[in-house]
């Protein structure tokens, strides 16, 4: 964990913060392709002054350590909130928000385990950009025939049979590359750096790196498949455009990669420029016929990591996730037949029941108690999933 990032700067993001115009989305359209870069660092005003420097060979140079800790917006727009950015009232919340979190975080926090944090206010409503109502689409009623309890892991429902029962997510594999990106509650952090063709990513979360070759290479035939796919990149001006093929059907885009499966036929557009020195605007289209109706678009701003350095992420290294919970749900199957030998027949314990904490903390397992009442067991209620990207190893 980081005490805090961005220490250098203040709530207000200087010289970004130019209006509430909105920019048109190029290319919107089912069939349309990629839109163009939705620049939303610029807060809905004129792009600001800046010159983007060059690598010694001449290409952009997008090279730092970034972290989307700083785009606090939600995936999806609000229900009754039509516009792509605040307006002046609801921006000034959203300041007053940021100003309060830093100051929870860094002044009145009771312990030295604090998670990251924002120090630095956008005007955006919500990181999906297209379509315009700002919302992912729906998924296909194909798509939805793939949903399974494994979507959400061990902050699901289960139940935990076997090893495929979980995410990757739990069993640090990979987010995906768009769950490796979206801000969650720590580990944000992106390291670029470039070679002359080439450009690596590297995530700080479960530490997956992408090699990204900019020399005109092909892709691979369609019968390799891989987590993070097959990347290749091209640079347009100023912007470095990234496709993305050969994906399996394994990993999902939500928040930390958790989220209904997409299928193999999915196709990435990742957009990236740096935007001012602080800021690089990235972007990603989603293009997947099979689970989503039409493609959908997500842009960010990245701001500088504090310290400049992604921590280590010990993941596998003594991982017991996997092992507890299947232990916990053989547990539980054996205190059901015990207590069904005596005559007691009850439902089984929810898998967030948390009998140590009162059924009122965030149980991963069941424990190896079983009480004789209801579903949720001696503790009482059962303590609810946590959202989808509050979610802590």
Avoid at 107 to 135: I, M
Avoid at 136 to 160: L, N
Avoid at 325 to 349: C, F, P, Q, T
């Amino acid at each position: 964990m980081r005490p805090g990032r961005l220490a250098g700067l203040t709530v207000a993001a200087t010289g970004l913060w130019l209006g509430t115009l909105t920019l048109p989305l190029a290319g919107q359209g089912a069939n349309a392709g990629a839109p163009s870069l939705v620049i939303t660092a610029y807060n809905g005003g004129s792009p600001i002054p800046y010159t983007v420097p060059r690598t010694p060979w001449g290409e952009p140079d997008l090279q730092g350590t970034w972290s989307s800790d700083d785009a606090t917006m939600p995936l999806n727009r609000p229900e009754g909130q039509t516009d792509l950015y605040l307006s002046e009232a609801e921006f000034k919340k959203r300041q007053m928000d940021i100003a309060a979190g830093i100051k929870r975080n860094e002044e009145d926090a009771t312990s030295t385990f604090r998670n990251d944090f924002a120090r630095r206010a956008f005007r955006q409503t919500s990181l999906v950009v297209d379509p315009p109502d700002g919302r992912v689409p729906q998924t296909t009623a194909e798509a939805r025939k793939r949903a399974a309890p494994r979507d959400r892991g061990t902050f699901g429902d289960g139940p935990f049979d076997s090893y495929t029962d979980f995410t990757l997510y739990d069993r640090c594999i990979t987010r995906g590359i768009v769950g490796s990106t979206l801000r969650v509650i720590y580990g944000n952090g992106n390291r670029i750096v470039q070679a002359p063709g080439m450009v690596a990513i590297s995530y700080e979360m479960i530490h997956d790196t992408r090699v990204i070759y900019t020399d005109g290479r092909p892709h691979p035939g369609g019968g390799i498949r891989q987590y993070l796919g097959s990347s290749r990149g091209r640079w347009e001006g100023d912007e470095l455009v990234v496709e993305t093929t050969n994906l399996t059907d394994e990993t999902s885009i939500g928040l930390n990669g958790n989220g209904l499966r997409h299928s193999d036929r999915m196709r990435l557009t990742e957009r990236f420029k740096r935007v001012a020195p602080d800021v690089v605007q990235y972007q990603v289209t989603v293009d997947d016929p099979v689970t989503y109706p039409r493609p959908f678009t997500i842009s960010l701003p990245l701001t500088p990591l504090d310290g400049g350095v992604i921590l280590p992420y010990d993941c596998h290294e003594g991982n017991l996730a996997i092992r507890q919970s299947l232990g916990a749900e053989r547990a539980e199957d054996a205190a059901l037949a015990a207590d069904l030998a005596k005559g007691i027949k009850r439902a089984r314990r929810p898998i967030q029941d948390n009998p140590v904490q009162g059924g009122g903390g965030r149980g991963r397992g069941r424990g190896t108690g079983a009480g004789a009442g209801g579903a949720g067991g001696r503790g009482g209620a059962p303590a609810p999933a946590p959202p989808e990207g509050d979610q802590e190893r």
